[in-house]
Structures are given as C-alpha cells and as structure tokens.
C-alpha cells in the first residue's frame, strides 16, 4: 500500500489540471463519507418551546409588541 509520501510526490507530478480534478473528486468523496445519511426534518422542531406560551394570549402579546413599536 502507497504511504501518503508517495502518493503526494504522484499528486506533485500532475499537472495543475489534475490536481485540480484529484482535488474536487477527493472532496466529493469525503463530503459522501461526513455527509449524515438521516437528512432531519424541521418538523422534528414541532412543539419545541411551546411550555414557553402556556398561559399566553397570542393576539395579546401581539398587541403589546405592536405598541411597544410606538414608544
């Protein structure tokens, strides 16, 4: 198996256009590898929080943001 010494002297002999092309198809291949395989959902966020408004009359606090816009 080739040690990262020999492999970055090949990498060196390239020209600048396969470096390049080496470069975009390693990246590639390590965002596969990182990349979650779950994509999440933000419906996973429903009712996160929502302790925060119990007791709370929304058109309420509604009214009290709005005036509070006009000092």
């Known amino acids: 198996m080739a040690t990262y010494q020999e492999i970055r002297r090949q990498v060196e002999n390239l020209t600048p256009d396969e470096q390049l092309r080496l470069l975009e198809e390693l990246a590639a291949l390590v965002r596969r590898r990182i990349t979650?395989?779950?994509?999440?959902?933000?419906?996973e966020l429903e009712g996160l929080g929502k302790e925060i408004w119990q007791d709370i009359d929304a058109q309420e606090y509604v009214n009290r943001e709005?005036?509070?816009?006009?000092?």
């Open 36 to 43: 979650p395989k779950h994509k999440r959902s933000i419906m």
């Open 66 to 71: 709005r005036d509070s816009w006009n000092g």
